[in-house]
């Protein structure tokens, strides 16, 4: 399982509304350390089905999220809980990293 896509159209559902943590990933196809920590993210979600929602935001296809959470560089990711940022991650990490960082929501 790979992560899903999220967008402007469908944010309000797919986070704010969101049952439980989801981290989104934000992204863009022309960068390489998202790229890598991408197959990453997917071994933590299905490692971690029941736990941890992840979803991919392509910040060049919508510039006015990224710009609403202050995106800078890439990779970012940051999980939400009841429609609020409670963790942010930036730059590409290995996986244990990546799971010490998400350990409050998938330990």
Partial sequence: MT???TSSATWE???????????VDFWAEWCGPCR??????????????????I???NVDENPD?????QITSIPAMKVFN???VETTIIGA???FALQQDLAKYIG
């Fill in 93 to 95: 990490k290995p996986k």
């Fill in 13 to 23: 559902q797919d986070v704010l509304q969101a049952e439980g943590p989801v981290l």
């Fill in 65 to 69: 999220l990224a710009m609403k959470y």
């Fill in 36 to 53: 890598m920590v991408a197959p990453v993210l997917d071994e933590i979600q299905n490692e971690n089905p029941d736990k941890l929602t």
């Fill in 55 to 57: 979803l991919k935001l």
């Fill in 3 to 5: 992560a899903k896509p």
């Fill in 82 to 84: 009841k429609g609020e």
